[in-house]
């Protein structure tokens, strides 16, 4: 069973940079088949893509959120990451790492970050 | 940029009614489609994809339709377990979400 757990802070200053730490366990990235994606929640809202990652470095962005979005991937530890910079308030929501790219079948938990001074 | 809309936003149902949300995309995107339920404080659970193919573990009361613009999840009847959200989304987009709640 494909397990997923993201970690990284829950509370980031405005202006700094937004980093998130996805482990997968159960399965490996390195394998392929998969795209590794990173999702967002704002409170009480609906679900955006941010973007998704291949475990060869390959990626793919939201437009709207391109300038600021940096994902990796690190296939010796079984991880992707993301980098969100110079976030602000609006940048407060949920944000979920998942396996997949056209219909995600595998969740983490998801995790909390809070943008404020 | 394709748009995807969901309808109703709400729908208030009773335990065992048929219940239908449907998802139109702004322009054709063949069967490229996936349905999502979600909880509160929990994550998304895929329940179609493909428009039609019920993911795994699912029961089998889920069903998906549609091809090009319009799309259907019906739940033939509604269990107490299905009060939730659930979204559509193709691509890098969802859908504004449904919440179905108790009549």
């Known amino acids: 069973q494909v397990q997923l757990q993201e970690s990284g802070p829950g509370l980031v200053k405005p202006s700094q940079t937004l980093s998130l730490t996805c482990t997968v366990s159960g399965g490996s990235i390195s394998s392929g088949g998969y795209y590794w994606s990173w999702i967002r929640q704002h409170p009480g809202k609906g679900l955006e893509w941010i973007g998704y990652?291949?475990?060869?470095?390959?990626?793919y962005y939201n437009p709207s959120l391109k300038s600021r979005v940096t994902i990796s991937v690190d296939t010796s530890k079984n991880q992707f990451s993301l980098k969100l910079s110079s976030v602000t308030a609006a940048d407060t929501a949920v944000y979920y790492c998942?396996?997949?790219?056209?219909?995600?079948?595998?969740w983490g938990q998801g995790t909390l970050v809070t943008v404020s001074s | 940029d394709i748009q995807m809309t969901q309808s109703p936003s709400t729908l208030s149902a009773s335990v065992g009614d048929r219940v239908t949300i449907t998802c139109r995309a702004s322009q054709s995107i063949s069967s490229w489609l996936a349905w999502y339920q979600q909880k509160p404080g929990k994550a998304p659970k895929l329940l179609i994809y493909?428009?039609?193919s019920l993911e795994s573990g699912v029961p089998s009361r889920f069903s998906g339709s549609g091809s090009g613009t319009e799309f259907t999840l019906t739940i033939s009847s509604l269990q107490p377990d299905d009060f939730a959200t659930y979204y559509c989304q193709q691509g890098l987009t969802f859908g504004g979400g449904t919440k179905v709640e108790i009549k």
């Open positions: 493909k428009a039609s």
């Open positions: 998942a396996r997949g790219s056209t219909s995600p079948d595998y």
């Open positions: 990652i291949y475990y060869s470095g390959s990626t």
